[in-house]
């Protein structure tokens, strides 16, 4: 196990700034970074430097933070349902914010950013809670968790095909809300999520000794004078917000919050104070590359981000999936 938090820390935030310099410069016209850092200092053309602007560094942005918060969510749920299993797409939060979010832009096609975040907050509440019904309330286990989240996500994907199918709308949009896509996005989707994201990790911060505790489980966190119950409902709702406010902004994407946490646990052990930056700028790299690769792939096509992450991540959950049973089985 690494012993220098702060020295992976800056090492991702670093590879993030390169990674976010190389993706600006994608796309069906490739631009060299020494014109992108022209355009910082005002000297490239203006038609191109308004494409950089307002175009490419949104959804670069847009990136960051979705790639960030949905991280941050799948700590949470790790931790607090102490599960390595648990995450936004396992626990049916991402399939619920989705579908919802779609069918209240098919029932309302006017509306507002910051209602479809609201229609997606409840859908992911709603999916949440019948997956915790099924699955997580009395005795269960981690493959029934996977099994049942799985299988609610499944119900509200048909749901979204079916909204999508009914609306007035291109393939473009349908594939935002499928698969997860920055297409299109600007400055306005970047304002919707900052509210969401950086508050919300900033509160997961505080709470990283609760998520510690929590760890070693309830009759530990109880002993500690951890008023367990009630700090579970606060996290899972910051969980829930990160999740919903993400995928309204951004469609569904999957694995980043199942993935990203163990990939900062084999970096820096366990203590949240360190798991949670690091999550994030892993889920950020990881969304952010999945862009990378989805535009530069074959232009001026563009593959969803959302399709990337699904082939990094579906292997990864296999795997896990795998190991948990074996586990639960030497367990019997």
């Known amino acids: 196990m690494i012993k220098k938090p702060m020295f992976i820390i800056i090492t991702l935030f670093l590879l993030l700034i390169a990674l976010a310099v190389i993706n600006i410069g994608l796309g069906a016209i ?23 602007a307002y175009y490419r560094l949104p959804r670069i942005v847009l990136a960051i933070l979705v790639g960030f918060s949905l991280a941050t969510a799948g700590v949470i749920a790790q931790a607090v349902l102490q599960n390595p299993l648990a995450a936004p797409d396992t626990l049916g939060t991402a399939g619920g914010a989705s579908v919802a979010a779609v069918g209240a832009t098919a029932l309302f096609p006017t509306l507002s950013l910051s209602m479809i975040s609201l229609a997606a907050f409840i859908g992911g509440i709603i999916a949440t809670f019948m997956v915790y019904l099924l699955a ?7 493959t029934r968790l996977a099994l049942v989240g799985i299988s609610v996500g499944a119900f509200c994907s048909a749901g979204v095909d079916l909204a999508v199918l009914r609306m007035d709308t291109n393939v473009q949009t349908a594939l935002l809300w499928l698969n997860g896509s920055l297409f299109g996005r600007e400055w ?11 508050p919300l ?14 760890r070693l489980g309830q009759e530990v966190a109880t002993g500690l004078g951890l008023r367990v119950e009630v700090y579970k409902v606060i996290m899972l709702l910051v969980a829930v917000l990160l999740t919903t406010s993400s995928i309204a902004t951004a469609g569904t994407v999957g694995f980043l919050g199942l993935i990203s946490p163990h990939i900062a646990r084999q970096l820096v052990g366990h203590a949240h104070k360190f798991v949670l930056p690091v999550a994030g700028l892993v889920g950020s790299i990881i969304f952010l590359l999945a862009d990378s690769i989805g535009r530069g792939a074959m232009p001026p096509i563009e593959v969803p981000a959302g399709l990337i992450t699904a082939v990094l991540g579906v292997p990864y959950f296999l795997f896990l999936l795998w190991q948990q049973s074996r586990k639960e089985k030497k367990a019997v």
């Open 30 to 52: 490739p631009v060299h970074p020494e014109v992108i850092m022209q355009s910082i200092y005002g000297r490239a053309d203006p038609d191109l430097a308004y494409i950089l």
């Open 136 to 142: 997580l309330k009395g005795e269960s286990n981690t």
């Open 188 to 198: 306005e989707h970047v304002i919707q999520l900052l509210p969401f994201s950086i």
């Open 201 to 214: 990790f900033l509160a997961a911060l505080l709470l990283a000794k609760s998520l510690d505790s929590l």
